[in-house]
């Protein structure tokens, strides 16, 4: 079965740009959450989606906002970049039924200039 | 205080040895805790899971969960030099917590 994928894996924008990054769960899964990793604040949990709704969000502001299609697969969408939002932008995904279990893609690196 | 922590080390020891990895966790509400391992510059991958207070073993890796003291425990045998990764403590959930991961490097 093939694991969780993102696209793209790498991304040099500027400030004030904004980005969308996507994300393939595992077949099956239909819970995606998305977490920020950045040396200095680690891992950090920024929303989860399960059937098209959003139903955690963390401490991130609304510049971040996420999607879930019908297909189960997710896009976060980051507006008005700032410096401090260069980070490897990681989706995980999950069963229903065993959410605790999350299976993490590779991420996407994003890189604000 | 941080829901989740951990010694982000670095931790250096050698091929063979046996490796202890801890976090604690202030929240008693969760029952479940995670190890994941990560590689540079790849995403984390689940090692282990357990389920409230216990022991659980998967070959050479042992995960604990002691809740009365509030500490999670991941223990390797015969580390390996394929070993050398981040390891990361999380408490479960719909969004998972996790620690500031140990950095540990296994020399042969």
């Known amino acids: 079965k093939a694991g969780v994928t993102q696209t793209p894996r790498y991304l040099i924008k500027t400030r004030g740009q904004q980005v969308t990054l996507s994300c393939s769960p595992i077949?099956?899964?239909?819970?995606v959450s998305w977490y920020q990793q950045t040396p200095g604040q680690g891992l950090q949990f920024l929303f989860e989606y399960f059937s098209e709704t959003q139903r955690n969000k963390g401490n991130f502001p609304g510049r971040f906002s996420g999607r879930q299609f019908s297909n189960s697969r997710s896009e976060m969408n980051v507006s008005t970049l700032e410096l401090g939002d260069s980070a490897l932008y990681l989706c995980a995904s999950s069963l229903v039924e065993v959410q605790e279990t999350q299976y993490f893609g590779p991420g996407t690196r994003l890189l604000v200039l | 205080q941080k829901e989740v922590e951990q010694d982000p080390g670095p931790l250096s020891v050698p091929e063979g040895a046996i490796v202890s990895l801890n976090c604690t966790y202030s929240n008693s509400a969760f029952q479940y805790f995670m190890w994941y391992r990560q590689y540079s510059r790849k995403g984390p991958e689940l090692l282990m899971y357990?389920?409230?207070?216990g022991n659980k073993e998967d070959g050479r890796f042992t995960a604990q969960v002691d809740k009365s003291s509030k500490y999670i425990s991941l223990f390797i045998r015969d580390s390996q030099p394929s070993d050398s990764a981040t390891y990361l403590c999380?408490?479960?959930?719909?969004?998972?917590?996790f620690g500031q991961g140990t950095r540990l490097t296994i020399n042969p």
């Open positions: 077949s099956g899964h239909r819970s």
């Open positions: 357990t389920y409230s207070s």
């Open positions: 999380a408490r479960g959930a719909q969004k998972l917590v």
